[in-house]
């Protein structure tokens, strides 16, 4: 059998190939040095608000000599008309309940309707759902208050009591702010869970609701519980829409129908008002820090989560 026979290259034909190597080797090094100056830049700009708000929310124990007990245990906001009054435990309660109720509302509606999308709904429900679930992300947050003062605030007054604006009208527009949110993340989780797991427990004998309930929940414990902390984060700084259904009194609500107030409230309507520098505007400024080291905490507790494995 006759031997192909190759042509050996001529000299513009090997110097073309080198070329073209040395333009793929120029081009994959600009594209990396793209990216990393990208992420650099992305982690300076953290690491630069970090230090920015933390400078100046520690201005406030520092400069001005606000005690830390104070500023946490004590309920006398009134920096306007006495010097040093600056306690934000009103502000700081009234935002860990109604986030707190929040999540609890809108928790288990979210697993139940994440699980209706993944196991028990027909198709045709999930490809209707799911779109409209993920459309309740992009509605804004003002919306969601002008609803609730107009609708929720009236039917609280006449219904159960109060003057409608309340810590409960406040968990229940953060709630539905949340639920999809918790919906979205916990679907997820639902549907990345390997095949075999609802395979082997029916061939078992096990009934859809006991496969629902002792293999797939367990076993999407970690992206679950990643869903709840996603949509704590979400409502813990939301302002606008609490603001305007809340009530906005400096008192710690002893029941649903008391009026309350939150961090992120008293930021929006004090920064206005403040001029920079001034012992005033550095205890927002710690308000802000406090808001940020919850976030921050909040994100590594859901990089903890996510990295536990419940499955092999």
């Known amino acids: 059998m006759a031997e192909a026979i190759h042509p050996p290259r001529t000299g513009a034909s090997a110097q073309t190939t080198l070329d073209l190597s040395s333009r793929r080797r120029l081009w994959n090094r600009v594209t990396y040095i793209t990216f990393a100056a990208c992420a650099m830049a992305l982690v300076v700009f953290i690491a630069a608000i970090i230090i920015f708000i933390g400078s100046k929310g520690l201005t406030t124990f520092i400069k001005n000599k606000v005690s830390i007990t104070q500023f946490f245990f004590s309920t006398v906001w009134q920096p306007d008309e006495k010097p040093g009054a600056?306690?934000?435990?009103?502000?700081?309660?009234?935002?860990?309940?109604?986030?707190?109720?929040?999540?609890?509302?809108?928790?288990?509606?979210?697993?139940?309707?994440?699980?209706?999308?993944?196991?028990?709904?027909?198709?045709?429900?999930?490809?209707?759902?799911?779109?409209?679930?993920?459309?309740?992300?992009?509605?804004?947050?003002?919306?969601?208050?002008?609803?609730?003062?107009?609708?929720?605030?009236?039917?609280?007054?006449?219904?159960?009591?109060?003057?409608?604006?309340?810590?409960?009208?406040?968990?229940?527009?953060?709630?539905?702010?949340?639920?999809?949110?918790?919906?979205?993340?916990?679907?997820?989780?639902?549907?990345?869970?390997?095949?075999?797991?609802?395979?082997?427990?029916?061939?078992?004998?096990?009934?859809?609701?006991?496969?629902?309930?002792?293999?797939?929940l367990p076993a999407a414990r970690p992206g679950l519980l990643t869903a709840v902390i996603l949509g704590m984060a979400r409502a813990i700084g939301e302002a606008l829409a609490v603001q305007m259904v809340i009530g906005n009194t400096q008192i710690?609500?002893?029941?649903?129908?008391?009026?309350?107030?939150?961090?992120?409230?008293?930021?929006?309507?004090?920064?206005?008002?403040?001029?920079?520098?001034?012992?005033?505007?550095?205890?927002?400024?710690?308000?802000?820090?406090?808001?940020?080291?919850?976030?921050?905490?909040?994100?590594v507790t859901i990089r903890a989560v996510s990295a536990r494995k419940v499955y092999a």
């Open 86 to 216: 600056f306690g934000a435990a009103t502000f700081i309660v009234g935002s860990l309940e109604v986030t707190l109720l929040a999540i609890l509302i809108s928790t288990p509606l979210s697993i139940a309707a994440a699980l209706f999308l993944t196991e028990v709904g027909p198709k045709w429900a999930q490809r209707v759902l799911q779109p409209a679930v993920e459309l309740f992300v992009g509605i804004p947050s003002v919306v969601y208050g002008w609803v609730g003062l107009s609708v929720l605030v009236p039917f609280i007054r006449n219904h159960i009591g109060g003057l409608g604006f309340s810590l409960l009208a406040g968990c229940i527009v953060l709630s539905i702010m949340a639920l999809p949110t918790i919906t979205t993340v916990a679907t997820d989780s639902l549907r990345a869970l390997p095949v075999g797991l609802k395979e082997a427990s029916y061939g078992l004998g096990a009934t859809r609701w006991q496969t629902i309930a002792r293999v797939l």
């Open 252 to 299: 710690i609500p002893k029941q649903l129908t008391d009026r309350a107030s939150t961090l992120t409230r008293i930021i929006t309507l004090d920064m206005g008002n403040t001029v920079g520098g001034t012992a005033w505007n550095n205890a927002l400024w710690s308000m802000a820090l406090l808001l940020l080291l919850i976030a921050l905490a909040l994100i």
